[in-house]
């Protein structure tokens, strides 16, 4: 593993041999990793570099105040990168078909604050480090000086997508994560020149009647399991084909009931396609990331998901007892 200066600077002599660089994070990306990608991507295009943030199918609207000038390609087995970033995962596990360009990339850059677990991605150029809250500081921490000195628009444009990356992994300084740490990179990005509210208002707020309606049905599923230690919700196709809306444009519905009394974790289940669930997991105590790598996925030990097939009663019913078993070694 390299530091930061080490990264830095192994970075700009890549970029500068590099005929093709290509940008991205996990599957499913989010706040951190997805506008991670785009502060760099801004970042390189201000030095005269052009890359590309590789995205899979998906609904990527509730980034589109972020997302003015950004360059993005939809993954296909016909692309290379002669540099690759990996941000916000460590893992093959974690990047889907994507996995091919890590292995296809002539350099290989990689980022992250996940514990390594899983099939790991090896490269000399990697820096993880899980004491930061989210990627976007590592990236602000190791190229301070550059964006320091980029010209107002784009100083703007790495800010806006930094401090995004600190509202979605602490959820507006909600989560555990939030530190004395955290507060600094706030109010030195928001030096930047950035307007935290509106981008809270853009990130959080900006959603459709469609879209609060289908939040409003799936808060309506909610249940408690266990002896009322675990609360369990839904959102099923009929809502989304309801509501007009894909279920992807929502940020995790999860974070409505983070706050609720005196249970030890939620679990929120989305249909995706026929018999097809995504799995967020979220628990203060319990070992949730242990529970998604079971099925092949992961995230962090207190907010984790993945993909499990089935019906809903089936899915519903096995998690549970994954669980179970949590609340019992606990
Ligand atoms: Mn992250």
Same mark, same amino acid.
């Given at each position: 593993m390299m530091n930061l200066i080490e990264i830095r600077e192994s970075f700009w002599q890549a970029t500068s041999a590099s005929a093709s660089i290509g940008i991205m994070s996990h599957i499913e990306p989010d706040?951190?990793?997805?506008?991670? @990608?785009l502060a760099l991507q801004e970042l390189l295009r201000a030095r005269g570099y052009q890359s590309?943030?590789?995205?899979? #199918?998906?609904?990527?609207?509730?980034?589109?105040?972020?997302?003015?000038?950004?360059?993005?390609?939809?993954?296909? =087995?016909?692309?290379?990168? #002669?540099?690759?970033?990996?941000?916000?995962?460590? @893992?093959?596990?974690r990047l889907g078909d994507r996995a091919e360009l890590v292995q296809k990339a002539g350099k290989l850059f990689l980022l992250d604050h996940h514990i390594p677990e899983g099939r790991l991605i090896e490269t000399?150029? =990697?820096? +993880?480090?899980?004491?930061?809250?989210?990627?976007?500081l590592i990236l602000f921490e190791t190229f301070r000086e550059d964006i320091l000195v980029l010209d107002e628009a784009a100083r703007i444009q790495v800010g806006n997508c930094l401090y995004t990356t600190i509202l979605n992994?602490?959820?507006?300084?909600?989560?555990?994560?939030t530190n004395p740490d955290?507060?600094?990179?706030?109010?030195?990005?928001?030096?930047?020149? +950035?307007?935290p509210h509106e981008l809270y208002k853009a990130f959080f707020l900006n959603q459709s009647s469609g879209e609060m309606r289908y939040v409003g049905q799936s808060l309506a599923t909610i249940e408690l399991h266990l002896d009322g230690r675990i609360l369990v919700l839904y959102s099923d196709l009929a809502m989304q084909e309801e509501n007009h809306i894909q279920a992807d444009s929502i940020m995790s519905i999860t974070r409505y009931v983070?706050?609720?009394?005196? +249970?030890?974790?939620?679990?929120?289940?989305? #249909?995706?396609?026929?018999? #097809?669930?995504?799995? =967020?997991?979220?628990?203060?105590?319990?070992?949730?990331?242990?529970?998604a790598r079971k099925y092949g996925g992961g995230g962090h030990r207190s907010a984790s998901g993945c993909q499990v097939k089935g019906e809903l009663e089936e899915v519903r019913r096995q998690i549970l007892s994954d669980l179970a078993e949590q609340l019992h070694s606990n």
């Open positions: 706040g951190d990793g997805f506008a991670a @990608s590309e943030v590789v995205v899979d #199918e998906g609904d990527l609207g509730r980034f589109a105040h972020l997302m003015g000038a950004a360059k993005l390609t939809t993954y296909s =087995s016909s692309i290379s990168y #002669e540099m690759l970033v990996v941000m916000d995962c460590n @893992s093959y596990d000399d150029c =990697s820096f +993880i480090d899980k004491s930061f809250a989210t990627v976007g992994d602490t959820n507006n300084f909600v989560n555990a994560n955290v507060f600094r990179y706030a109010a030195e990005i928001t030096e930047l020149g +950035i307007k983070q706050g609720v009394k005196d +249970i030890e974790g939620i679990v929120y289940l989305r #249909e995706d396609a026929p018999g #097809e669930f995504k799995v =967020s997991m979220r628990s203060v105590h319990l070992d949730v990331n242990k529970v």
